[in-house]
């Protein structure tokens, strides 16, 4: 699938069907909310929220940074991703266009990779959000990540800056 993580938002325009949550992150000094499936079992982590479709194909999560910190932000995505036995392969980096998304321009970089079940799509994605920056971790199985597009789309259009 190309350009997964912002291809999806337009994949989409009715709310969701099942019962989702919107977590407003971080908690403490709100940023941006999304809605997110309660069968991903979301939560709020310490730089942001994650969530992994219920049957494990597809792994999301959005972190909170400052635009100082990001470099280090996405370090740390790139090690869960090493860590959780994800292989990128640098030559196979797409870069996408901009897409506003509730007044939020995400772009991302795109890769293919690999994992213990076998070929993966993974995407790091970046928005500006006022002061702070977001950055988006995607990580789905291709044999498996197309069943998932619809709530993906779904939970990128509910991202929005925090009022």
């Known amino acids: 699938m190309k350009k997964l993580l912002i291809a999806s938002v337009f994949a ?8 989702a949550a919107e977590l407003i992150f971080p908690s403490d000094a709100p940023v941006a909310s999304i809605t ?30 400052d635009a100082a910190s990001s470099d280090k932000t996405t370090e740390i995505a790139i090690d ?10 640098p030559q ?23 994992d213990e079940s076998g070929p993966v799509d993974v995407s790091i994605g ?5 002061e702070k920056v977001l950055i988006f971790t995607y990580w789905g199985s291709k ?8 709530e993906l789309g779904e939970m990128l259009a509910s991202l929005k800056p925090a009022s």
């Open 12 to 19: 989409i325009s009715m709310p969701f069907a099942a019962s």
């Open 36 to 65: 997110i499936p309660d069968s991903w079992g979301p939560k709020e982590t310490e730089t942001g929220v994650d969530a992994t479709s219920e049957d494990g194909a597809v792994y999301f999560s959005i972190d909170v940074a």
């Open 80 to 89: 869960f991703l090493t860590k959780n036995g994800v292989k990128i392969d």
């Open 92 to 114: 196979s980096l797409k870069e996408s266009g901009e897409t506003d998304v509730n007044g939020l321009k995400i772009s991302s970089l795109d890769y293919e990779g690999t």
């Open 126 to 130: 970046f928005a500006a959000a006022g």
């Open 143 to 150: 044999d498996t990540q197309a069943e998932h597009q619809k």
